[in-house]
């Protein structure tokens, strides 16, 4: 059996789907990590569970409907 970290290993500031969760969960003994990949409206790959940003940013959009440019320091 194999251990996956969903995400990363997130915590108090360490974001999910960020190379820091990625790192800690190799760190705490997982064998890989399962992230989710969603594209920008200018098809820029970004990690992200959810397909909007209202519950990471507080923010009522869909990545897919932003340019990364536009996409906030989350």
Do not use: K, Y
């Amino acid at each position: 059996m194999q251990v996956l970290g969903h995400r990363g290993a997130a915590t108090a500031g360490i974001p999910e789907n960020t190379l820091a969760a990625v790192d800690r969960a190799l760190v705490l003994g997982a064998d890989g990590v399962e992230v989710d990949v969603r594209l920008t409206r200018d098809l820029i790959p970004v990690l992200s569970h959810d397909p909007g940003l209202r519950r990471t940013a507080g923010i009522d959009r869909r990545l897919g409907a932003l340019d990364l440019a536009e996409l906030p320091a989350v």
